[in-house]
């Protein structure tokens, strides 16, 4: 396998891995703030997609359609926090996941019964599509790598917002104690809402994104949920840092391992053998990953410790 | 429970405009379809075209019930179960998925029922798994991608690199393309079943100096490689099976599919009487174009009219041989069984095209005449 | 008889009369749903000796589930084909005999459940969620790519396995084998609840420290409860197979640990008929609903959502009134 190749499969990886990172980093708040497991953060991914996609068939722009998606998932999370799910902080994480599995259900459908069964086409802008040349003479579309700077800012706002300002040190205090900051006179119930919606505009913007190089129909939340829950497993529960290293690490095993397994398999086996095996071993690569870090570190890389 | 069956079949009866004065129906057949979750677009299609054929045959003296089995194989089992034990239902059909297919048919087979294939046509029914009852109208699973090869060939394509999701029907599609293909191998891959980022793949394709690509990434698997592909500058020619270009996935592809070659048994503009008024009379019942599966859909309820007018389902030989005769005009001019009950069809190379504002397929040429599939040999039928 | 009590009384009435009374009305597939809502509620017992009595939450117990599963598909198809499963370095052939195939599940799930019980018991709380998530993930996509048994495709076995002296292909005959098997594994899990195990895994859940020092390692409780648990899933699993004559990976998927799981949140946790209601009503919604329309997931979410905010501790908590407490 060439240098070039190689190169050119991290970033791959590296931009999965900063959309994950999208995705995680509302999942890993909610839970570190509130302690609410949410399966429906998926759904939140798929509102986001949707509302680009119609915003885009009217409007034809695609700025307006990523602005769309953000408000969209943003006010469809504080909605849903606002009527059910700050009803189950108190609760334990079985009846939330009932709860919010109901969500699942009532958000996938009630998207099919307002769109269609039919996917929904959503593309690059003109002014990002096609490849652009890297130094070392890699061909690389400037999408994924305007996927990967939006990821990689993101991330850099979130650091801020939680290490700089007022709503982050509310936040970093409602991790600790949430007692505490409602003594001290902080609407919790308001930080709650603020937070919910953050975390939803996020993965509503994560679906926008990549809606635009994937297909955007009913069910797309649920794998991108899943990954998600790995990434913040690996990273450490309520921790951004965990979350956004455990993306990375993520989006790279996924990517590497479905590249490099059938041609390591082919060496000594026969291609057709080589490449199936190959890759059911990869799919299965990343929860191998996560089942060694939790054997090995039980609170994930950057958890608190139980 | 029985109550919504009731309801069901009742409001089923009069679409399909029947009116039996003692309440029998003369044959009653059971659609276990996927109309919910994220393959319901095939479904819905299957049962569109079907009720449309049954609507425009008039009193035929059928009963149609519908279920829905979400794409779960348990779903779909117990929904046979249910069909033949409280139903009583004469002949099943309408199943999209080959798996789901395998957890039904033999056991509705088994048991003496009919079963009408709209859409999935798995190997393992094709060949000494066949069974004199099952009726596959769609296509086997192998033939579009056979196609698909045969057309490389003239297209005289001498490196292709190919990929499909790892999972049977994937292996079957690139085994079937390489049955006819005739050129070398740039490169072979199996996908993750559900993936849909597809960066690393293309990586490979363009490294890899193949002059051509065939894949087989059915529904949204389809649309992301497309238009992942079309943003990454490589332009070498595709090539695939209908399933990643019918008409409710390519507006979704958009430009990205346009100028695609792929192969299909069926096509809006197939010249025939009974396919312009399909096309016409679909697109004025439900406001959109007909695709592949409604048109397996309308040509299974035309096969199962044909052979209720000749024979009577009570007398199994007899209707059995209805249904072999095929006599009923199909949406793809000519059309006959072959001795495993599977069809022996044109299989037509279409080229996407843009109409207007609507991204849709037009005939180029025939990849494959009256073709076959290889696992006819091996039943005994 | 406390209300509870008399509830388990009228759900085993009702799984006993309803099949009796389908039999009359000759209505078979009233039996065939029935079975369906039973061995559900068998796997559900299963989980509910991890959950319910243990506190471990495991999002991963289709793992077992689809390893008794695959068990019986696996078994049978060799019974079908007559070939060997392995001849060397000794022959192990198929069978098409139940209390075999059964007897296989739920070693194979046990082991299964023994070696990720030992490595998942490491963690806790919503990592143990996880961590067992991706065992079942892992087996998942295995089965999806390994081709042997029919990968993605999944396994037929055209005629249901046998019982010694039944028909099992007669709905109301394989029903008894079911309804039998659920009883004596409720009784089963009725008294280990109430054994000195039971109780030392109960006080466990409550609070750990205090099991610790009276020299008992709440780990290794656990993990027999969590292998226990697994064994019972595994053979519910092999019947689930059995009822459909048909394997496949989605036996695996996330979604089946997740419908295991809301059964016993439904009924209640941690009562022992708890699963058997959650089951039951899931049935019955999924069948009654689906008629209404093709969009019937929304009115199933929207029922779901009102059960957890508004009948707390499931519908057996909220008809009986609050568990006794130990305490």
Same mark, same amino acid.
């Given at each position: ?114 769109? =269609? ?44 917002? /939680? ?73 450490? /529960? ?6 956004? /290293? ?6 790279? #095993? ?53 | ?17 029947? =009116? ?199 529904? =949204? ?26 008409? =409710? ?35 004025? &019942? ?13 040509? #299974? ?81 | 008889?406390?209300? &509870? ?108 459940? $023994? ?23 892992? $087996? ?188």
């Amino acid at each position: 396998m060439s240098l070039i190749l190689l190169a050119e499969q991290l970033l791959n990886g590296l931009q999965l891995g900063v959309m994950l990172f999208l995705m995680a980093a509302g999942l890993t708040l909610v839970f570190g703030v509130m302690g609410l497991i949410n399966l429906a953060h998926g759904s939140l991914y798929m509102i986001g997609a949707f509302a680009a996609a119609a915003v885009a068939g009217v409007t034809g722009s695609f700025v307006l359609a990523l602005a769309a998606a953000l408000c969209a998932a943003a006010a469809a999370g504080a909605l849903v926090e606002i009527l059910i799910i700050r009803r189950l902080y108190h609760r334990d994480h079985l009846d939330q996941v009932l709860a919010t599995f109901a969500l699942i259900l009532i958000f996938s459908e009630g998207t099919r019964w307002i769109f =269609g069964s039919f996917p929904l086409f959503l593309n690059i802008p003109t002014y990002l599509s096609g490849p652009v040349t890297l130094p070392g003479g890699i061909q690389y579309p400037l999408y994924r790598l305007t996927l990967i700077a939006i990821g990689l800012a993101i991330a850099g706002g979130l650091f801020l917002l /939680i290490s700089r300002t007022r709503l982050g040190i509310q936040i970093r205090a409602g991790e600790n104690d949430r007692e505490m900051i409602a003594a001290l006179g902080v609407d919790i119930s308001k930080l709650y809402t603020i937070v919910f919606a953050l975390g939803a505009a996020l993965a509503g913007l994560a679906g926008a994104l990549v809606g635009a190089i994937q297909s955007v129909q009913v069910g797309m939340g649920e794998p991108v949920l899943i990954l998600a829950f790995v990434v913040i497993v690996i990273g450490g /529960i309520g921790s951004i840092k965990g979350a956004l /290293i455990g993306a990375i690490l993520v989006g790279l #095993t996924d990517t590497m391992g479905g590249v490099l397994l059938p041609a390591l398999f082919k060496t000594f086996m026969e291609p057709s053998t080589a490449a199936s095996a190959g890759s059911a071993l990869a799919s299965m690569l990343i929860y191998i990953l996560m089942a060694c870090v939790l054997i090995i570190r039980p609170t994930g890389l950057f958890g608190a410790k139980a | 429970m029985t109550l919504k069956s009731l309801a069901l079949a009742a409001c089923l009866t009069a679409t399909a405009g029947m =009116g039996f004065a003692d309440g029998h129906a003369k044959l009653k057949v059971g659609m276990i379809t996927t109309l919910s979750g994220g393959g319901a677009g095939l479904g819905i299609d299957v049962r569109d075209g079907f009720m449309l054929a049954m609507k425009q045959a008039g009193d035929t003296g059928i009963e149609v019930v519908i279920e829905d089995d979400q794409r779960k194989p348990d779903i779909a089992v117990q929904l046979a179960d249910k069909m033949i034990q409280s139903e009583k239902v004469d002949v099943l059909t309408g199943i999209i998925w080959s798996n789901l297919a395998m957890a039904v048919v033999p056991a509705a087979t088994a048991q003496g029922k009919f079963y009408l294939s709209p859409n999935a046509g798995p190997s393992a029914l094709a060949g000494k798994g066949c069974h004199p009852n099952y009726f596959n109208v769609a296509w086997q699973n192998d033939n579009l991608h056979e196609a698909a090869g045969a057309y490389a060939n003239t297209a005289d394509y001498k490196n292709s690199f190919i990929l499909a999701p790892n999972y049977p029907a994937g292996k079957d599609a690139l085994t079937g393309y390489k049955r006819q293909y005739s050129g070398a191998l740039s490169g072979e891959l199996f996908t993750k079943l559900g993936q849909t980022d597809y960066a690393a793949e293309i990586a490979q394709i363009r490294a890899s100096g193949a002059d051509s690509v065939f894949f087989f990434l059915p529904g =949204g698997m389809g649309i992301s490689f497309l238009k992942q592909y079309a943003d990454s500058g490589i332009d070498l020619p595709v090539v695939g099976p209908a399933f990643s270009f019918d008409q =409710g996935i390519l507006q979704a592809v958009g430009p990205a599919a346009l100028g695609v070659v792929n192969t299909s048994q069926w096509n809006k503009d197939i010249d025939n009487a009974t396919n312009a008024a399909f096309v016409e009379t679909f697109q004025a &019942e439900y406001g959109r174009l007909p695709s592949l599966y409604a048109s397996q859909g309308f040509d #299974t309820a035309n096969l199962l009219i044909s052979a209720a007018a000749k024979a009577d389902v009570g007398d199994a030989d007899a209707f059995r041989a209805a249904l072999k005769a095929a006599d009923f005009a199909s949406t793809r001019g000519d059309f006959a069984f072959g001795n495993n009950n599977h069809p022996i069809q044109n299989i037509y190379v279409r080229e996407v095209i843009q109409e207007g504002d609507i991204f849709t397929n037009k005939i180029i040429g025939t990849a494959l005449e009256n073709h076959a599939d290889v696992y006819a040999a091996d039943c005994a039928n | 008889m406390s209300r &509870e009590t008399a509830l388990n009384a009228v759900m085993v009435m009702g799984l006993f009369l309803v099949p009796l009374w389908a039999l009359w009305a000759d209505e078979p597939f009233i039996i065939t749903l029935t079975t369906k809502a039973a061995i559900l509620a068998l796997a559900g017992v299963g989980l509910n000796i991890a959950l319910g009595l243990g506190g471990l939450v495991s999002l991963g117990h289709a793992a077992f589930f689809g390893l008794g599963g695959y068990a019986m598909g696996i078994l049978a198809s060799h019974a079908q084909s007559y070939a060997p499963i392995m001849e060397t370095p000794f022959l192990i052939e198929g069978t098409k005999s139940m209390p075999v195939i059964w007897v296989i599940a739920i070693i194979t799930s046990g082991l299964a459940a $023994l070696a990720i019980g030992a490595l998942s018991l490491r963690t806790t709380g919503v990592y143990f969620i996880m961590i067992t998530l991706a065992f079942g993930q892992m $087996l998942y996509f295995f089965s999806i790519s390994w081709p042997a048994y029919g990968g993605e495709d999944g396994l037929s076995i055209y005629v249901r396995n046998g019982f010694p002296g039944l028909n099992t292909l007669d709905p109301i005959q394989f029903y008894a084998i079911v309804f039998v098997i659920l009883m004596a594994v409720l009784v089963f899990a009725g008294r280990l609840a109430k054994s000195p195990f039971g109780l030392a895994l109960n006080a466990a859940r409550q609070s750990p420290e205090r099991v610790e020092t009276v020299g008992i390692t709440s780990y290794k409780l656990r993990l027999i409860a969590f292998t226990i648990s697994g064994m019972i899933t595994g053979l519910a699993g092999a019947l689930f197979a059995d009822l459909n004559r048909f394997v496949s990976p989605t036996m695996f998927s996330w979604q089946t640990s997740g419908e295991i799981m809301v059964f016993i949140i439904i009924g209640g946790v941690g009562r022992l008929f708890g699963p058997v209601v959650g089951a039951v009503l899931f049935i019955l919604l999924e069948h009654l609903l689906g008629g209404l329309s093709d969009y019937w997931h929304v009115y199933l979410g929207v029922l779901l959502l009102l059960i957890v905010l508004f009948a707390r501790g499931g519908l057996i908590g909220t008809l009986a009134g609050k568990e006794i407490s130990h305490d």
